[in-house]
Each structure stands twice: as structure tokens, then as C-alpha cells.
């Protein structure tokens, strides 16, 4: 049976100076050096992406249109696979003893993306599969390119044009470095590149605000069977929320450099004209964000939603901390008011439907409302 050409999103992630490390240290150790930091890399990217290739020292993974509902989450995989990257090296260089060169030089090393939207097709031969077509091509051409020349960074995500417009994602024209590159029977690209290890530097300067176990009023536990990319996307996509929460209508509203990030505010309208603006304290995708709800001007309630991921990564551990403010009464007279206000809203009852929907899609019994499919399927 003929294969069927896709469209959808193709995303390389190479380790930057790997190949000048290695020429200069024991290989048994920058072996194991590179697999630990490949794995890191792996982990992250396939809870939304299919694993496609493994490349010396890169990782070559893609997913379809269907399985990437809001454009942010593509890009906000890129910074924090980056940041789990950066995060490793440090842990690795800090927890060493060794003082092999393979060892010593762990922190030349550093990662870039390449990401292009674009045609493929999965052929199988002999039992493998691999993509093929010009934009899985030019996906990899494109590691042969001019930002680190021109910009001197040696960790950065490279877009193209037709992936920036695929995604709608606004972003700030400042962070971003247009260069054309011009390639053999390919022609002119335009990508648009941006500095991996200033938006790191601006994530781990960013303060933590979290509802932590022992002052929430409320503790909702759930688990569900997507891996927690999914779950990220139906918990913060506005035009995603009304498939689990009842009886109500979100919408996006302040955008910080047209992202979603501390600062951010949504709109949820409900009940007879009432309003509730929520806005976003803290913010570090697929692992946990902090909001702030007010539904009128003596009522606020702070909410962590965090995400744990499985053994496996196919399943997440969702954990909702809640603490109510309501105007000046005493914690011991908000937290039963607070349950009530929560449970009167049917927040609980949402949860439940929220790994309801996700649950009996995954098990194949029911597909999800809009026609949505669950992304992160293949490894």
C-alpha cells in the first residue's frame, strides 16, 4: 500500500561544538557524555514529537498538523528542552570527580534547533522507518548556516519562515535575527533565529511563585493517560478549556510580547454577564504554572497546576494547589469557603472530565471534541 505524503512540523536538535570535543578528548567518556545528554534531549521532545532518528549527535523528530493544537507549545518545547539541556551540563560538570579532558570540556558543549514545516513522507523499508522529501532535506541542510557567524551565538533556535507563519506565534522582532540562507537546488530560506542562552538566562532569573502543599486550601490529584504536553495544551489553550470546563468561555487577552508567560491574562466569561480575569504568575511549560483568578474585586484565588510525567512519559501525574484570598477573613474561615466556592464552580467536576476526555481517547473509545487528537504517540 502507497504511503501518503504529510504535512507537518520537522525538528532537529544538534549538539553545537560536539565534533571539535570529540577530536580532543577518550572517546569511552564523551561517548557516555553524549548519551546522557541525548537521552535529556529525547525525554523531553517526545512527549509532543515522534522520535524519527537518532544522528550521531542529533535528534531528528516530527509531528503531524493534527497533534499540535496551540502554536506556542512547539516553541515553548525548543526553550525548555534547551533548558533541560543546560541544566544537565551543569548538574554533569558539578557532580564529576574525573579530571579527563572528555570531562573538563563538558561545558563547550551546547545545543541548537533547527525547525521547518513543510511535506514528508514515512517510507518503510526492510522493517525501518525513515521521513522523506526536499523539506526533510532542507531541514538538515539547514544545519549549515550563518547566525553563529553573524551573531556569535553558539546556542540558538533557527525557524523558518513557513513554520513562524504556520504557528502564528507573535514574537517580539527584537529577539529575533532574520537571515536569508541560499541553498543548491533548494534556493533562499528565510529563517529567523533566536538566542537560546539569553531566553535560559531569562527563565532561571525569573522568580518562582508556587502554592505549595501546606498552605493550599484545596488539593485536587488526577492522573491521566497523555503525556504532559497534551495535558500543558487542554490546562492553558483558551479555545481548548470550554471541552472540559463546563459552562464556560475563555479567551486570551494580554500577551507579553505576544506570549504566554508571567503577566499574560485570560478571560473566562460565566453565569449571567460575570467575568473572571486570570492572570499568569509563573510559568515553566510542562512542568507547572501559577495563576491568578479574580472574579470580583474582594476575591482571588491562586492556583499551581503541576505536571508529572510517568515512567514512561506517556502518562501525567496532574496535581492542582488552590489558595483562596477573600477580602480579610482569617485563613481558618477561607478554607472552607474556598471548597465551597470551588465545588459550587464544579472546578473538581472539570478536572475529573479533563482526564475523562484524555483517558478514553488514548484507550481508543472516544475521540476528543473538534476532532483533536492526542499528540506525543510515537518514540
Excluded at 41 to 48: A, D, E, N, P, T
Aim: charged share 20%; proline share 4%; aromatic share 6%.
Amino acid at each position: 500500500m502507497a504511503q501518503q505524503a504529510q504535512h507537518g512540523y520537522l525538528v532537529l536538535a544538534d549538539i553545537s561544538g560536539y565534533t571539535s570535543y570529540l577530536a580532543g578528548v577518550e572517546l569511552d567518556h564523551a561517548q557516555g557524555i553524549l548519551s546522557d545528554l541525548l537521552e535529556t534531549i529525547v525525554g523531553r521532545l517526545k512527549s509532543l514529537l515522534t522520535i524519527g532518528k537518532l544522528e550521531g549527535d542529533a535528534v531528528f523528530a516530527y509531528v503531524p498538523d493534527s497533534q499540535v493544537g496551540r502554536g506556542e507549545t512547539l516553541l515553548e518545547l525548543v526553550e525548555t528542552t534547551y533548558a533541560e539541556f543546560r541544566d544537565r551540563v551543569e548538574a554533569v560538570r558539578r557532580r564529576t570527580t574525573c579530571e579527563c579532558r572528555a570531562c573538563k570540556a563538558i561545558p563547550t558543549l551546547d545545543l541548537k534547533f533547527i525547525t521547518h514545516h513543510g511535506q514528508y513522507m514515512v517510507q518503510n523499508i526492510a522493517g525501518i522507518s525513515e521521513l522523506v522529501g526536499s523539506d526533510v532535506n532542507l531541514v538538515h541542510r539547514l544545519l549549515k548556516n550563518h547566525v553563529s557567524e553573524r551573531t556569535g551565538w553558539q546556542a540558538y533556535a533557527l525557524f523558518t519562515g513557513a513554520v513562524l507563519d504556520r504557528l502564528v506565534v507573535p514574537c517580539d522582532p527584537r529577539e529575533l535575527r532574520a537571515i536569508t540562507e541560499s541553498y543548491e537546488h533548494l534556493g533562499e530560506v528565510l529563517t529567523y533565529s533566536l538566542d537560546l542562552r539569553a531566553r535560559y538566562q531569562a527563565l532561571v532569573a525569573a522568580r518562582r511563585i508556587v502554592v505549595e502543599e501546606a498552605d493550599s486550601d484545596l488539593t485536587l490529584e488526577v492522573d491521566i493517560a497523555a503525556p504532559p504536553a497534551v495535558v500543558w495544551d487542554f490546562l492553558n489553550d483558551p479555545t481548548r478549556r470550554h471541552l472540559w470546563m463546563a459552562g464556560t468561555t475563555w479567551s486570551s487577552a494580554d500577551r507579553i510580547n505576544g506570549r504566554t508567560g508571567p503577566g499574560a491574562r485570560n478571560h473566562c466569561a460565566h453565569g449571567k454577564n460575570e467575568t473572571t480575569v486570570e492572570t499568569v504568575l509563573d510559568w515553566k511549560p510542562f512542568d507547572y504554572v501559577t495563576v491568578k483568578q479574580a472574579p470580583d474585586e474582594k476575591t482571588s484565588i491562586v492556583m499551581t497546576q503541576r505536571l508529572t510525567p510517568s515512567a514512561d512519559g506517556r502518562g501525567t501525574h496532574l496535581r492542582v494547589t488552590i489558595q483562596g484570598h477573600l477580602g480579610k477573613l482569617p485563613r481558618f474561615v477561607t478554607r472552607p469557603l474556598l471548597r465551597l466556592i470551588m465545588r459550587s464552580a464544579r472546578f473538581p467536576e472539570s478536572v475529573a472530565r479533563l482526564a475523562q476526555l484524555l483517558n478514553e481517547q488514548a484507550a481508543g473509545l472516544a475521540p476528543l471534541p473538534g476532532g483533536a487528537t492526542l499528540a506525543g504517540a510515537g518514540a
